[in-house]
RNA sequence: GCCGACGUAGCUCAGCGGCAGAGCAGCUGUUUCGUAAACAGCAGGUCACCGGUUCAAAUCCGGUCGUCGGCUCCA
């Protein structure tokens, strides 16, 4: 989706025009920033997705305000229509004496501490590069900025002509907690005006997909300051699309051997102690409860452990296995409050989480069917637009723990399953879980934003801690393997994406309200209920205005099951089919005259503004078929 | 948690040192209407909260809470 805004042509993004512009136009804001703010110290100014950015350490803080005295400077400073010409250093000596003598601008030492740590980390053997823009103004002042960096950028300054500076964040020194707060200045810029423009119309596009706003108006979830941060409170109509999601899964995982189980969202700290999430989770975890006794319990920030005691309960059999438990388990975990964003990213949520206990012999197997099930529910959610990556051991890295032959199996298994599944997906080194490899599924927000859904791991490490074993044929002990999996992810994520995916008209068979009937006056309101009793399947509660009940057709009750609602309000037909349509309901179906009479409703489908014409019921139904 | 921005009626927003405003939604009444907003009236506020400056604070300053964009981390 972000692709529409960045490289066009075949070749990548990393080696489109651009990219460089974006990179020339992040030293274009560097100068301008050493110029306004002398003593600002430079670090990394990389183009990205949609634009650049430069982390910078300011002698003072800057503000937002201060984001149009920089961008006027970068377009004074554009105009002089510099060239950027590359230099290259003969040695690392050379390539120090320039950062020195020449990146400084005669501000001192101090301004190019960042650039000479860089210099050390670019690796031996590779060209030191650096990129020079220089002119003389029309009052005859010399106006230099001369960076280290690899390039390449654009001929000159001059080009860079439709930018933006963007935002102010806060960025750690190297990605590092523990290091210095930079001062990160986000911008765009884009070969023509219409580009940025297109850009910039984007994101007020983006900003009406919200699912924060459509979760309020559409009366889907909100949150309460009072309940508290990240804990969100599901109203009526998000409720149905979340049981009605779970519903669908929950069907699925039945045909597919699962069995549902049922945990509590507290336990004892042993259990954690145990599955040593006490240690390797603890900065997630809410703070400890005692209990007036003593005993110290914690809010469950997982399921797994639970259904780990459920299959210790009994002895298992080699012929028990694949044993597998399923439940919508709720799970609390502690973020941080700046990384909360509406139901991405919450602080209680429900995972469609299952448990899969197999032999080593199944493995493949139990794979593929979980791979298999996640494809299904990828399609019927119509979710298209994703990533799939298989998160492997980085051989670097010592923090994985387990034997080499496991890892081999279960990283073959995942990529094998992936293949005959058909599922497009790509290696990604190093973003395996500690104790086993795993297949996440990644999913764009309207923003363009990465976030991820559906995962499956392969965990070697659980079953070892507690110890987990069934009697093979031999009659001896061996150690099953868990595969943890969750094909939405969580439902508060899931139900948050999909609700930008479709700005709010969700498919027929999640719609909230799937029919919406319109009496167009009070006298049609006994026959719009009739209507609506047929289609739901079940009476519709309470008197009609005229005062009677209307007379239930007992052979009524069988309808499709369809969830409707009837619009009583006193407004006229107009305002009904604006509210209705705001609503995003998939269907309207008008009562006036001619359909009381004529045994018929009049049609209007989201998405089409026009009128279908009168139909009978059994044709409305007959046209829906295909929804169902 | 850290950096930056923003908190005015249920929602969207105006007001930015001198009487707290509009539209929509709500309530009451009238209207009973054929494909995206009927008409009239009424009600609705600790201007997020706490403190300070000032003759006077929604408005300026400080703190707290919350939301948003990032960083770090994850479903």
């Not at 890892?407 to 599922?423: D, H, K, P, Q």
């Not at 969700?506 to 309200?513: E, R, S």
Request: proline share 5%.
């Amino acid at each position: 989706m972000s692709g529409r805004f960045t490289a066009m042509s075949a070749a990548p993004y990393e080696e489109s025009h651009l990219y460089r512009l974006r990179h020339t136009a992040a030293h274009l804001m560097a100068q301008a920033v050493t110029e306004l703010y002398p003593g600002a110290k430079l670090t990394l100014g990389p183009p990205i997705e949609n634009g650049f950015y430069y982390d910078i350490e300011f002698p003072e803080a800057i503000k937002e305000a201060d984001l149009a005295g920089i961008e006027n400077r970068m377009r004074e400073l554009a105009k002089l229509d510099m060239p950027l010409v590359r230099r290259e250093a003969t040695d690392r000596d050379d390539a120090r004496r320039i950062i020195r003598e020449e990146c400084s601008l005669g501000q001192g030492e101090e301004v190019i501490s960042y650039k000479l740590e860089l210099l050390d980390a670019v690796p031996e053997g590779q060209t030191i590069s650096f990129y020079e823009q220089r002119a003389t103004d029309k009052q005859g002042k010399e106006r230099l900025f001369i960076d280290l960096c690899r390039g390449p950028h654009v001929e000159s300054t001059k080009e860079v002509r439709h930018f933006k500076l963007m935002s102010i964040a806060g960025a750690y020194w190297r990605g590092d907690v523990r290091n210095k707060m930079l001062t990160r200045i986000y911008g765009t810029a884009f070969e023509t005006k219409d580009d940025l423009q297109g850009y910039l119309t984007f994101l007020e596009e983006a900003a009406k997909r919200d699912h924060r706003k459509l979760g309020r108006e559409l009366g889907l979830f909100m949150f309460s300051p009072v309940v508290g941060q990240g804990l969100p409170l599901w109203l009526p109509k998000g409720t149905v699309l979340r049981e009605t999601m779970n519903q669908f899964l929950r069907d699925e995982q039945v045909k597919r051997g699962y069995q549902g189980v049922v945990t509590p969202n507290i336990a004892s700290i042993k259990l954690y102690e145990k599955s040593g999430h006490i240690l390797t989770f603890r900065e997630k975890l809410f703070p400890f409860m005692e209990d007036p006794e003593g005993e110290t319990f914690i809010l469950k920030p997982m399921n797994c452990p639970f259904h780990i005691e459920i299959y210790r309960s009994a002895m298992r059999s080699y012929r028990d296995l694949p044993i597998r438990y399923a439940e919508f388990g709720t799970v609390y975990r502690y973020e941080q409050s700046g990384e909360l964003a509406g139901m991405l990213r919450v602080r209680g949520f429900t995972q469609d989480d299952a448990h899969l206990f197999v032999r080593p012999d199944q493995l493949l197997d139990e794979f593929v069917g979980v791979v298999d099930l996640m494809m299904q529910v990828l399609k019927r959610l119509g979710l298209n637009d994703y990533r799939a990556r298989v998160g492997t051991r980085d051989p670097e890295n010592a923090k994985y723990i387990g034997h080499d032959d496991n890892w081999r199996l279960s990283e073959e298994a995942i990529i094998e399953a992936c293949r005959r599944v058909g599922l497009d997906y790509v290696v990604s080194p190093g973003d395996a879980a500690f104790y086993g490899p795993k297949l996440d599924l990644i999913i764009k927000d309207a923003l363009g934003r990465d976030w991820q859904m559906g995962t499956v791991q392969v965990d070697y490490n659980l079953p070892e801690r507690f110890e987990l074993e069934y009697t093979g044929d031999d009659s001896k002990p061996h150690r099953p393997i868990m595969i943890h999996r969750a094909p939405f992810g969580s439902l508060e994520r899931m139900i948050g994406l999909l609700t930008e995916q479709y700005a709010g008209a969700f498919p027929f068979w999640l719609a909230p309200v799937q029919v919406a009937v319109l009496p167009i006056a009070d006298r049609h309101v006994a026959y719009a209920r009739q209507v609506a009793e047929r289609l739901q399947g079940y009476p519709v509660l309470g008197l009609a205005p005229e005062g009677e009940q209307v007379a239930a057709d007992p052979g009524a009750w069988t309808g499709p099951n369809l969830r409707v609602s009837v619009d009583e309000s006193r407004e006229t037909l107009g305002k009904k089919i604006r509210e209705n349509t705001k609503q995003k309901v998939p269907y309207l179906l008008i009562c006036g005259d001619r359909d009381c009479e004529a045994g018929t409703v009049g049609v209007r489908a989201r998405g089409e503004e026009a009128d279908l014409g009168s139909m009978t019921l059994a044709g409305f139904l007959e046209r829906i078929q295909p929804e169902l």
